[in-house]
């Protein structure tokens, strides 16, 4: 079971809707969305729910197979991205990695990523 499976649902929900709205370009395809919800949980019905909610509280929108993020900042690198040194498996692409990168958000911590996932997750790459 990964970390991400232990954490509850509602949590779960928060902090991929708090990355989503922190994205760092206003459009995206909706694939692109979807790999960074997966950062937060795989599970395919969660990831509609996530969406859904998401269009429900104003976030984002879907159209043609876009996303609009309608509110929202961005994370600073400075400020919002911590690195540790420790033994981590990447969360998006599942390296092993000596320094792990985790996002600072406002529902909590997400990570550890590489120090280039942590940019694709981000939308700099």
Do not use: W
Not at 64 to 81: A, K, T
């Amino acid at each position: 079971m990964t970390e991400s499976d232990r954490t509850p649902r509602k949590e779960r929900v928060e902090l991929a809707l708090d990355l989503l709205a922190n994205l760092e370009h206003e459009q995206l395809p909706l694939p692109a969305a979807v790999d960074r919800i997966e950062t937060v949980t795989t599970d395919p019905a969660l990831v509609r729910r996530i969406l859904d909610e998401a269009e429900l509280r104003g976030i984002l929108e879907r159209e043609d197979g876009r996303i609009r993020v309608r509110r929202g900042g961005y994370v600073s690198f400075e400020r919002d991205v911590v690195s540790r040194e420790g033994d981590f498996d990447c969360r998006r692409c599942g390296a092993s990695l000596s320094t792990g990168h985790f996002v600072r958000l406002d529902a909590g911590e997400l990570g550890p990523f590489g120090s280039s996932c942590v940019r694709k997750v981000l939308g700099r790459e």
